[in-house]
């Protein structure tokens, strides 16, 4: 009989955990994943319709700042691993209210971490004899490390320098991670990744957002010059990437995903304006509903990873660059029937 390990999944009901999930399902039948999430604005449980019905599949409504629910998890399901993806992650979300996104990102991470070290380990740089392969993998954000010029990379040594109350969090949360590496000898792992876009993106978004309003006929705001830059990863390279490092990447190393396709806001808009002429032609170009509005606060002005280390060292290697991926997006959204949502937060 096949042995079974079980882990623990934070957030899968958001972006990138509804996504990693099926496929860290389909693609292992040695694990079993325990989904714990509060099921805020940004998780919806649709996302995750085809693991329901998965025996290896169990789903936890609970906020990750509960300890005793974390300390009950860990348990009643006998936790061999985690893969923590569960975030505050919107901007301008953390602008008007930032107090939520340091007890999510900062506390939230804290508790899972010293409940996970102290089920594994008897005491720092000794794990118990069962848990001694036991990991802690951190999704974390390109975000962390500020903003670039125009010419440089983002690399695993590129010092932190977060500038806004977002950023500022996942950082906090990136050096409580280190501290339990150094100080108690914990099995764990960081990735930093680029933008992500995909299926079952949330509203609030900047594809999602264009593709919404765009459909609707409303008005596609763009924040400043859409001259900001950000390096684009399809949802699912970037969670065969958490697979690889998982499983394989170095204890206590980060590891940057990117997709290596760099592209202003007003890019993106173009590109899709495109697309959606094509596919959904209307008497006027879709690129007449762009407007241009006042600036975020503090809007880093590019990001773009280098992810040599990981391409080199695990051989992992995007497999949509930013043409076909967009394509598959505006795809899925179609087929969708897109759900338009006038009260979700629209500005771009």
């Keep these: 009989m096949l042995s079974r390990k079980t882990i623990l999944v934070t957030g899968c009901a958001g972006f990138i955990g509804s996504n990693f999930v099926p496929y860290f399902l389909d693609k292992y039948n040695n694990y079993n994943i325990v989904n714990l999430d509060l099921l805020t604005y940004a998780g919806n449980l649709e996302n995750l319709k085809e693991c329901e019905n998965n025996s290896r599949y169990k789903f936890i409504k609970g906020d990750i700042c509960n300890r005793e629910l974390v300390e009950f998890i860990f348990n009643e399901y006998d936790i061999q691993g985690v893969i923590h993806f569960a975030a505050e992650s919107h901007v301008d979300n953390s602008i008007k209210n930032p107090g939520v996104f340091i007890q999510t990102n900062v ?10 070290y102290k089920y594994w380990m008897e005491k720092p740089f000794k794990f118990k004899e069962k848990y001694k392969n036991c990991r802690f993998h951190h999704i974390s954000t390109d975000e962390v490390y500020g903003t670039l010029n125009e010419v440089d990379l983002f690399t695993e040594s590129t010092a932190y320098a ?14 409580i991670v280190r501290s339990y590496q150094e100080t108690y000898g914990m099995n764990t792992v960081i990735t930093n990744c680029s933008n992500n876009y995909g299926p079952k993106q949330h509203d609030e978004k900047l594809i999602p957002t264009i593709i919404r309003r765009a459909l609707q006929g409303d008005s596609i705001p763009i924040y400043g010059d859409g001259k900001n830059i950000r390096d684009w990863l399809y949802v699912l390279d970037h969670c065969k990437g958490i697979d690889m490092v998982y499983h394989n990447g170095c204890e206590g190393n980060v590891y940057n995903i990117g997709g290596r396709n760099e592209r202003t806001n007003l890019q993106i808009v173009n590109t899709i304006c495109t697309i959606l002429d094509k596919k959904v032609p209307k008497n006027n170009s879709y690129k007449d509903l762009i407007t241009f509005i006042e600036d975020r606060a503090g809007h880093d002005k590019r990001y773009a990873i280098d992810a040599t280390k990981l391409e080199t060292t695990l051989g992992w290697k995007a497999d949509e660059n930013f043409d076909t991926g967009i394509v598959k997006t505006i795809e899925w959204y179609l087929n969708k029937r897109y759900d338009i949502n006038p009260k979700s937060n629209e500005t771009i």
Aim: glycine share 4%; hydrophobic share 35%; net charge negative.
């Design 107 to 116: 506390n939230g991470t804290f508790t899972l971490l010293d409940v996970a």
């Design 162 to 175: 977060p500038n806004s109350p977002y950023s500022a969090s996942k950082a906090s949360s990136d050096m």
